[in-house]
Nanobody
Framework: QVQLVESGGGLVQVGGSLRLSCAAS????????MGWFRQAPGKGREFVTE?????????YYADSVKGRFTISRDSAKNTVYLQMNGLKPEDTAVYYC????????????WGQGTQVTVSS
């Protein structure tokens, strides 16, 4: 099992910034990628971004956040960060950290979620 603990959500005005953190513990060797998803009220959970733990540290972003959000990693701390700039009201959601299962390639491990609210 991989345990994920998120922090850093909150209330911010339009155009502001927030940084989320997600610390992984447990059987972290069973995962080779971590990412962020979000779920807005009344909507399904959607992919935001991911980074893999390989040497290249490849990253992927949803079109809706490209150029505004940046995912980064600290391998020594088994922690990923999500820097969110230029926040918009439509970014309001519960943000979930996730880790994949290296065998099934599915997002198997999830954090408890942290609320991000962007006020206009």
């Amino acid at each position: 099992q991989v345990q994920l603990v998120e922090s850093g959500g909150g209330l911010v005005q339009v155009g502001g910034s927030l940084r989320l953190s997600c610390a992984a513990s447990g059987r972290t060797f069973s995962s080779d990628a971590m990412g962020w998803f979000r779920q807005a009220p009344g909507k399904g959970r959607e992919f935001v971004t991911e980074v893999n733990w390989g040497a290249a540290g490849n990253t992927y972003y949803a079109d809706s956040v490209k150029g505004r959000f940046t995912i980064s990693r600290d391998s020594a701390k088994n922690t990923v960060y999500l820097q969110m700039n230029g926040l918009k009201p439509e970014d309001t959601a519960v943000y979930y950290c996730a880790a994949n299962n290296i065998g099934t390639r599915s997002w198997e491990y999830w954090g408890q979620g942290t609320q991000v609210t962007v006020s206009s």
